[in-house]
T-cell receptor, first 110, second 115 residues
Framework: GQSLEQPSEVTAVEGAIVQINCTYQTSGFYGLSWYQQHDGGAPTFLSYNGLDGLEETGRFSSFLSRSDSYGYLLLQELQMKDSASYFCAGQNQAGTALIFGKGTTLSVSS | NAGVTQTPKFQVLKTGQSMTLQCAQDMNHEYMSWYRQDPGMGLRLIHYSVGAGITDQGEVPNGYNVSRSTTEDFPLRLLSAAPSQTSVYFC??????????????FGEGSRLTVL
């Protein structure tokens, strides 16, 4: 089976940096994805790590360590609009389905 | 391009009624899937399809049926609605899944209430 664990809530202030961790258990692994979802909206793809290391996309970065079964999403220069839920996701053993963590709600205050 | 289109956006059912949630994509994606989202539970996979004529069960398939007669369409059927099926349903598609970027394109969701 596969499961992904992430904190349920994170709070931060504008301009700060926040890291959302994701640990996973899986017997097969193709990579870790991150999604953002605003209230009432659809999830949107942020990033993907297929190999160990850091991937950077503007203010957002994502990291993967396969040996530690661990990844994180790093959000820099936080803005109010970054208040949303963030989900990590990984493929199942057969590579035929994307399984999501329960999500982390990020609240950014001024 | 419309992307992934779901209908209806809102629906209220009575217990025992049946209905179909429609999902269509115009990106020629082989892979399509249905998720339900409940507070505190994240996105849970109901059914998925890796191509026309092929479907498989996800994490929470009970009470739902799917079919994939065309590449574009992937309807989700509730056979006999129960209050436990009150949820927001998302359809998602991608070109492929295994070994690729893990990027799914989601529809806007269908909000279902079962009384």
């Amino acid at each position: 089976g596969q499961s992904l664990e992430q904190p349920s809530e994170v709070t931060a202030v504008e301009g700060a940096i926040v890291q959302i961790n994701c640990t996973y258990q899986t017997s097969g692994f193709y990579g870790l994805s991150w999604y953002q979802q605003h209230d009432g909206g659809a999830p949107t793809f942020l990033s993907y790590n297929g190999l160990d290391g850091l991937e950077e996309t503007g203010r957002f970065s994502s990291f993967l360590s396969r040996s530690d079964s661990y990844g994180y999403l790093l959000l820099q220069e936080l803005q109010m609009k970054d208040s949303a839920s963030y989900f990590c996701a990984g493929q199942n053993q057969a590579g035929t389905a994307l399984i999501f963590g329960k999500g982390t709600t990020l609240s950014v205050s001024s | 391009n419309a992307g992934v289109t779901q209908t209806p956006k809102f629906q209220v059912l009575k217990t025992g009624q049946s209905m179909t949630l429609q999902c269509a994509q115009d990106m020629n994606h082989e892979y399509m899937s249905w998720y339900r989202q409940d507070p505190g539970m994240g996105l849970r996979l109901i059914h998925y399809s890796v191509g026309a004529g092929i479907t498989d069960q996800g994490e929470v398939p009970n009470g739902y049926n799917v079919s994939r007669s065309t590449t574009e369409d992937f309807p989700l059927r509730l056979l006999s609605a129960a209050p436990s099926q009150t949820s927001v349903y998302f359809c998602a598609s991608s070109l492929g899944l295994a070994g690729n970027t893990g990027e799914l394109f989601f529809g806007e969701g269908s909000r279902l209430t079962v009384l």
